[in-house]
């Protein structure tokens, strides 16, 4: 099936860096990458979403950049703020499969005031 | 309009019982996931249902672990004999897959599971 891999595991930033997550998967034929952000105790929400006729997209201080090429994306965040403190999964669907999302590992983000 | 719903929000049994968790997903959606997340780690991908078709069972860790969906709506997970392994959240999530064939996933709150 397919493989996603995330890095890093951990990541410490302080308040108004960048931050960069990334991701690579391993089926040539997916075509969408949603990032999810799940804050502690809380639920997986999407964040930010790329298909593969793109090659960025941009919602506030939140971008995604793919390169369908070397199959891999990645998450930037501008500007951290410690409400940006959570973990993020990078997830790929797979061609041949309907629906199902294949996620990595996640991240845990921390952003120190 | 509403979200999906998961119950109960916290389970607590003992080693050995049965428990059944219930999924409510967004109304309309024709795919339901089911996932596992331990304390601290990544989701693990469980079971997934798309309308009538036979469901993705690949991600059962094993026999103990079943699920249904009924008249294409609410999904029960059943964990037969628990382990205190298998101790976790357990998240749901739905999906319309629309035209696109490739629609965000919208989870539930999940439900604690303790096995004492």
């Known amino acids: 099936g397919e493989n996603v891999e995330q890095h890093p595991s951990t990541l410490s930033v302080q308040e108004g860096d960048s931050a960069v997550i990334k991701c690579t998967y391993s089926d040539s034929a997916s075509n969408y990458f949603p990032w999810y952000k799940q804050e502690l105790g809380k639920r997986p929400q999407l964040i930010i979403d790329i298909r593969s006729n793109v090659g960025e997209k941009k919602d506030q201080r939140i971008a995604v950049t793919l390169n369908k090429t070397a199959k891999h994306f990645s998450l930037h965040i501008t500007e951290t703020q410690p409400e940006d403190s959570a973990v993020y999964f990078c997830?790929?669907?797979?061609?041949?499969?309907?629906?199902?999302?294949?996620f990595g590992r996640g991240t845990q983000l921390t952003v120190w005031p | 309009g509403a979200g999906v719903s998961q119950s109960p929000s916290n389970k607590v049994t003992e080693k050995g019982k049965d428990v059944e968790l219930r999924c409510d997903p967004i109304?309309?959606?024709?795919?339901l996931y089911w996932y596992r997340q331990s304390l601290g780690q990544g989701l693990e991908f469980l079971i997934y249902?798309?309308?009538?078709?036979?469901?993705?069972k690949s991600g059962l860790p094993s026999d103990r672990f079943s699920a249904e969906r009924t008249g294409g709506s609410v999904s029960t997970l059943t964990i037969q004999r628990t382990q205190q392994e298998d101790s976790a959240v357990y998240l749901c999530a739905s999906s319309s897959l629309g035209l696109l064939r490739t629609d965000t996933q919208y989870f539930g709150p999940g439900t604690r599971l303790t096995v004492l």
């Open positions: 109304s309309g959606h024709t795919a």
């Open positions: 997830a790929a669907n797979r061609g041949s499969t309907l629906g199902r999302l294949y």
């Open positions: 249902f798309q309308g009538n078709s036979a469901p993705d």
